[in-house]
């Protein structure tokens, strides 16, 4: 999203808390500025922190528009916005811990947070970004105006870089990519290989991904390396090169409870790998059950266990799947779509910012 907006013509500055990566980031030839910032946190002399630096940088850039990425980022530069002239995208990519946990916990912040984004996003100059039709229905289902809520589906794949690959040799091989937490659904994903092993399948399984501490559904480091320890099992650790990985895989696993759209799932798809992951939001806007893979109740290990039997069995149905998922991809999720349906809505934005401050 940064490459279209400096392809719309806008100089691009990053405002992030920086523990490594800052060196990728300006290479690319955009202005990074460090932030104090903890995901996750909900300590207040944090946010206000962080507030008071982004508010820093508004009189400092005085940005045409800014771009909030994530739910805490969207309400803390929110605030810190509020009484400028900059236009708002607030990305809310996948709705995270609060709207998909059912802890007491969970739902006291997400009554909080409802009525913090009915205040913030209902606002001139604001859009509100999703990524797939159930959040933007749940958005409007919680005050959200239809007219700020506008879906663009991801962020875009690279389909240069990543492109089809024969499938590997050996032991039929899954794969899941993603965050270490239990709205993954990684422990029903465990718990579908061992029923796998339990009846015979000789299949193996590829985790890549690290837990989450700043997450309160985080799975602890202690817990995955049992799971390493099981026949069949292998816990990968963070992986850089995704294309690598998907050329060692045979099929792509994400049993998740909720996704805004998810990347991992792209990427496999990108690839020519089948997917089976759980029918909820965001999965079912990337897996056609029946066309390019299978889509299964939500915390059902058997029902997974079998889907993923019936592809690691079939190398026709695999091919056939893998090739639709491909071309899903490139129609609907490139980088190419994705970038213009962005570069689109900043142009908006702005020229509706111009005729405001003309008027003012």
Not at 23 to 31: K, L
Not at 81 to 89: D, I, P, Y
Request: glycine fraction near 8%; charged fraction near 20%.
């Amino acid at each position: 999203m940064a490459h279209a907006a400096r392809a719309a013509g806008f100089d691009v500055h990053v405002a992030t808390r920086v523990s490594h990566g800052s060196s990728a980031i300006e290479r690319e030839g955009f202005t990074l500025h460090v932030i104090p910032f903890t995901r996750g946190s909900l300590d207040p002399m944090g946010s206000l922190r962080t507030v008071w630096a982004l508010r820093k940088l508004h009189r400092k850039l005085r940005p045409a528009i800014v771009h909030h990425v994530a739910l805490q980022p969207c309400v803390l530069g929110s605030l810190a916005a509020l009484g400028t002239s900059a236009a708002r995208v607030n990305a809310l990519t996948g709705l995270g811990y609060a709207f998909t946990s059912n802890t007491m916990k969970a739902r006291t912040l997400r009554f909080c947070l409802a009525v913090l984004l009915r205040f913030l996003l209902n606002r001139r100059g604001v859009a509100v970004l999703v990524q797939n039709p159930d959040d933007r229905a749940m958005l409007k289902s919680a005050g959200i105006s239809e007219s700020r809520i506008v879906l663009i589906p991801g962020s875009g794949v690279d389909i240069e870089r990543l492109h089809p690959q024969p499938e590997p040799r050996g032991v039929p091989t899954v794969a899941f990519v993603g965050r270490l937490l239990e709205d993954k659904g990684i422990r029903t994903l465990v718990q579908a290989h061992l029923l796998l092993r339990l009846n015979g399948s000789n299949v193996e399984l590829l985790i890549a991904g690290t837990p989450d501490p700043a997450n309160p559904g985080s799975i602890s480091e202690a817990e995955v390396r049992s799971w390493a320890a099981e026949p069949g099992i292998r816990w990968l650790g963070h992986v850089d090169d995704i294309a690598a990985l998907w050329a060692r895989a045979h099929v792509a696993v994400l049993p998740s409870r909720r996704e805004g759209l998810p990347k991992s799932l792209l990427e496999a798809a990108a690839c020519g790998r089948p997917m089976v992951a759980a029918d909820v939001p965001g999965c079912r806007e990337i897996v056609q059950s029946g066309v390019n893979g299978l889509l299964v109740p939500v915390d059902n290990p058997a029902a997974l266990a079998q889907a993923i039997q019936t592809l690691i069995s079939s190398v026709d149905l695999r091919a056939r799947y893998g090739a639709a998922a491909r071309r899903l991809v490139v129609e609907k999720f490139s980088s190419d779509v994705v970038s213009r349906m962005t570069a689109d809505l900043y142009r908006r934005l702005f020229q509706a910012r111009q005729r405001a401050l003309a008027t003012r």
